[in-house]
């Protein structure tokens, strides 16, 4: 059975570890990249005392997204899978869960940074909010 499934990617390499993973187990299925642009980010990136500086941050934001695509569409030739692509913008793992939710995806592959003990209190982790959020199955990969 083909399944829709969701691959959200931050362009790390733990990232495309859960895209390989995804392409390997899931072949057949539908395979979303999802890239969310965390607004966050912006406070830390913008620019000081810039006019215009929050829509530069945007467009450098989209940017960055349209690379992420290309090098997960570069992955998947290799398997001869062509991924549909999404961005979105809000916090990470809400958006990864809702996403996931509201168009049916079957399953949440995605990778983890693995952090551990005070790193990962302080820091949190996306892919362990998902997994608690998520009425899907997700699989993290390390």
Known sequence: MAKNVLVPTD???????ALVHALEEFDGGTITVLHVIDPIDAGYNAPVGMPGGSEE?????QEQSEAVFADAQEIADEYGVELDTRQEMGRPARTIVAVA???????????SHGRS?????????VAETV?????IPVTVVR
């Open 11 to 17: 362009g790390s390499p733990q990232s495309d570890d």
């Open 131 to 135: 997994v608690r959020r998520s009425t």
């Open 57 to 61: 941050w945007y467009e450098n934001a």
């Open 101 to 111: 939710e509201e168009d049916d995806f079957d399953q949440i592959v995605m990778g």
């Open 117 to 125: 003990g005070v790193s990962r209190i302080l820091l949190g982790s």
